[in-house]
């Protein structure tokens, strides 16, 4: 029966029903929402309210019906994975960024309206997302299913407090989400909690001393080397001993791969993402070169990877490295490279994804697994390494960051591991006269007391006395004895 009234809506029951529902024209638009009340009192409160909240919705520049959050990230995703289609953002937003949106966001708020969430809402969200794995609902996955270039693969679920530099990656795929559902009209803009802590944590990645890099590779050489004896001899613990034969040749090219793929990254600053996406085709220089005298030979590599790419100046010895790989290929495959075989691939020519173990088992056969702090150590050290050491050199942090494509700020604040002592020659620029001239007269100083020293020795040798009385630090320095 339909009921007429003042209000800018219709309330009604539809046939077979006794459920009251409402009729209303908003925005150009005729809408039907049902009331879910037989009670006429109670459905003209709801259908007031409905009005009110929609015509305010209105007023405000919003869409007129809520969306429900995991709607709206569905949307968004579908939206990024266009763009990245476009090349209008970066190829790895669309691998990375759904299974973090459908994990983490969309299992807190759910068909939660996007237009009700607040700051304060947030705050919660990331206090529930820190003990993900520890506490809530990660603890009852064992497994998580990845994609990787097409491959699908799982791997353990990890058992730790959320890092602050993964909020703060995540924080950014939310605030895209919430400032794209604002254009979109489905809610206000809405200010984003800071990610920050109150104590500030030493957050640099784990690199090496120059002593340090230098034993990595002694290491590796040794592994090498033992490689190719006949049989090596083991002892244990209790006394037993037994020998082993030699590690099949496929082991042995493996050694040598990762030996240049040290030298090469510790020579050039490349993320390993950087490295494993290179071909012969991006080693500029080095074909038309590599027959020269070594002094002559050269490189440069064209990079890609993280959404970055440039042109990187390697040192003297990636080039050697480079050699290395070169040589090892044509062995294995009885051909040169082309342009479109990978730097770093395996003894059938594919590309190698990652060193990550071989060089975890280099880090422990050198005993250098962990840094001082007891951070453990990853390829990605070896970027840390070239960065610290160039800074030690001396070379312009300008010139660092344009060759390992960062910001300054970054290498100030997470790459810069140069002791005081290390760079004491910088912080005292324009005093070398003054510390030259301290040694002379020291040395100086020295010498008298030498001279004197030895003159009283003489003195007392004329005499005849005892020299057996003479002072044991003028016998160190006379060299009397």
Not at 61 to 68: H, R, Y
Not at 90 to 117: E, L, Q, V
Request: aromatic share 10%; proline share 5%; charged share 30%.
């Amino acid at each position: 029966m339909l009921q007429r009234t003042k209000q800018p809506f219709v309330l009604f029951q539809r046939p077979g029903t006794k459920n009251w529902s409402m009729r209303y024209s908003m925005d150009g638009k005729q809408i039907k929402k049902s009331l879910q009340t037989p009670d006429e009192a109670e459905a003209l409160r709801l259908a007031n309210q409905i009005w009110h909240e929609q015509t305010y919705r209105l007023k405000q520049g919003l869409t007129i019906d809520e969306q429900p959050f995991s709607k709206v990230a569905e949307e968004f995703i579908k939206k990024v994975e266009f763009e990245a289609s476009a090349d209008e953002r970066s190829k790895y937003h669309p691998i990375y960024w759904p299974p973090i949106i459908r994990r983490f966001p969309m299992a807190y708020f759910g068909d939660k309206p996007i237009d009700t969430i607040t700051s304060a809402d947030l705050e919660r969200y990331l206090q529930w997302r820190k003990t993900y794995w520890t506490s809530g609902p990660g603890t009852k996955i064992e497994k998580i299913r990845c994609e990787r270039n097409g491959r699908i693969y799982s791997r353990a679920a990890p058992r730790k407090v959320a890092a602050l530099s993964t909020l703060n990656g995540e924080m950014v795929i939310i605030r895209g989400i919430f400032e794209q559902a604002a254009r979109w009209g489905y809610c206000q803009p809405l200010v984003m909690p800071s990610t920050k802590t109150r104590k500030r944590v030493d957050n640099r990645r784990p690199s090496f001393t120059g002593a340090e890099y230098n034993t990595l590779l002694r290491v590796c050489e040794k592994r090498i080397y033992e490689s190719f004896t006949s049989e090596r001899q083991v002892q244990a613990k209790d006394g037993r001993t037994w020998k082993l034969p030699p590690p099949s040749k496929h082991i042995r090219a493996d050694r040598i791969r990762l030996y240049a793929y040290i030298l090469l990254m510790g020579n050039t600053g490349l993320r390993p993402t950087e490295a494993k996406n290179l071909t012969w085709g991006n080693i500029l220089l080095f074909r038309e070169t590599r027959n020269k005298p070594d002094h002559q030979q050269d490189a440069r590599l064209q990079v890609r990877g993280k959404g970055k790419h440039g042109i990187s100046v390697p040192l003297p010895s990636a080039i050697y490295a480079l050699g290395m790989l070169w040589d090892l290929f044509e062995q294995e495959l009885k051909r040169e490279p082309n342009d479109d075989d990978p730097l770093f691939a395996n003894h059938e020519g594919k590309r190698i994804s990652s060193f990550k173990r071989g060089f975890a088992e280099a880090l422990k056969a050198a005993n250098l697994e962990r840094d001082h702090r007891g951070v453990r150590r990853t390829p990605y050290s070896l970027r840390h390494y070239y960065i610290s050491s160039r800074i030690e050199e001396g070379v312009p942090v300008h010139d660092i960051a344009r060759n390992t494509r960062t910001s300054i700020a970054m290498i100030d604040k997470h790459y810069a591991q140069v002791s005081t002592e290390q760079i004491k020659d910088s912080l005292r620029r324009g005093y070398e006269d003054w510390y030259s001239e301290a040694e002379f007269d020291a040395a100086d100083r020295a010498t008298d007391y030498k001279v004197s020293a030895l003159e009283r020795h003489s003195r007392k040798l004329r005499k005849g006395e005892d020299t057996g009385n003479l002072h044991s630090s003028e016998k160190r320095k006379t060299g009397s004895e």
